[in-house]
């Protein structure tokens, strides 16, 4: 097989267990292909073949002694957020430009301890702040649907290393859309778990009230495979919660009978492309055909506040937890100067990019005395309202599906002068982390060759349930199928 790298994670573990194919025979594939693919897209911060080719000897020892499990030997990539001990966890950012963790994630542990190949790190804007994996201080990523277009964000390099088959899988993280967007920009499947769910030990902070790690995958059966990896309480993750993690692998089921389907109309209007609605149209009849009783008529009226509570929210946060790049404890520091006041400036101003510094003023203001209650505690105040409707919802639906993004993926460069038009495009996925419900995005279709991804919503903790949905439609449709020209 000369196109190996093509394989998802189910295809590889079933080869790898009856000796078919080897880890390091994948693992070369991989980084082969990674490297072809590179020259295109530019989805990687770092790529440490060297590493990954000894975990993949590691792994093939596991299997031939019998202990291979679900994801042994198989290729990844993780996104630049992520503590990885050794290896240089960038965040996109000059700040951390040369920053080498002593210590894992959570999340990475998990993934060692499972035997996985680690490719790599991925691209993503500077700290997870962007929609476009354009305000990257190294390099923008590209989509490989078509290489002038943005392959969404802030986890583009994720998605991107996914839908160009340099990796099996990857890892991003999500504070309003950061995994969901990108998945649906480049046609790969990408959860976003309940807030608790997955611990975020090790995961950069970026607001910590909204992130969360979650699996970008080729299918929604590897979605599963890499959740019950990944989720589960962490004694050093205060958030993350001690609920029992069931096997995902159960819920995947080619029907929806007896399942109620909400469609919310907020989600389907104002700013949104007509092809991408027409194209919900279909996903939806087809869900219905399926077995689900859809109901359009489902109304989230404070939906319309989601966005300018999550930007007064995730800024505000952000501004505190950025406050440690201080220029003394690690990362960059500004030497020049015996002033300490001025070293810390200037390591901030040199530091940070322009969106990063926006976030940091933007944060700092609506936190400042006399601003506080007009602005933080009002966004708190939406923040429970939008909540209780997504909880009155699933009272009556087992899920809500929308668009993941109003629009398929725009033009590199087309909104970086803007930020309001950027921070529109996670229209769809804000109000999923307000509310720290979960999401699920799966190819639905491609309007001029460029994907458009459904989003599936549920209750709290209620995974399972978005993945059987996604499973079923993503079996009664070919969308998988396709892969990029490249
Ligand atoms: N695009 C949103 C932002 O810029 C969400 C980013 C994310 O989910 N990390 O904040």
Redesign the pocket.
Known sequence: MDDLYRLTIGEAHQLLKRKQLSSVELTKACLKRLAQAEEKVHACITVCGEMAMRQAAEADKAIGSGKAKPLTGIPTIIKDNMCTRGIKTTCASRILENFVPPYNATVVEKLNAAGVVVLGKANM?EF????STENSAFFPTRNPWDLDRVPG??SGGSAVAVAADEAVYTLG??????IRQPAGFCSVVGMKPTYGRVSRFGLVA?ASSLDQIGPITKTVTDCALVMNVISGHDPRDSTSVPNPVPDYTKSLIPDLKKLRIGIPKEYLVEGMQPEVRVIMQAAIAKLEELGAEVDWNVSLPHTKYALAAYYIL?PSEASANLARYDGVKYGFSYRDTSNMWEAMEKTKQFGFGAEVKRRIMLGTYALSAGYYDAYYLKAQKVRTLIKQEFDHAFEKYDALVTPTSPTVPFKLGERVDDPVQM?LS?ICTLPTNIAGIPGISVPAGFVDGLPVGMQILGKHFDEATLLRIAFAYEQATDWRKKRPPM
């Not at 997870?128 to 929609?131: L, Q, R, T, W």
């Not at 993280?173 to 950061?178: I, K, L, V």
């Open positions: 804007d997870a702040m962007g929609s964000g802030s993280s999500d504070t309003g859309g950061s970026f995730a921070y996670d």
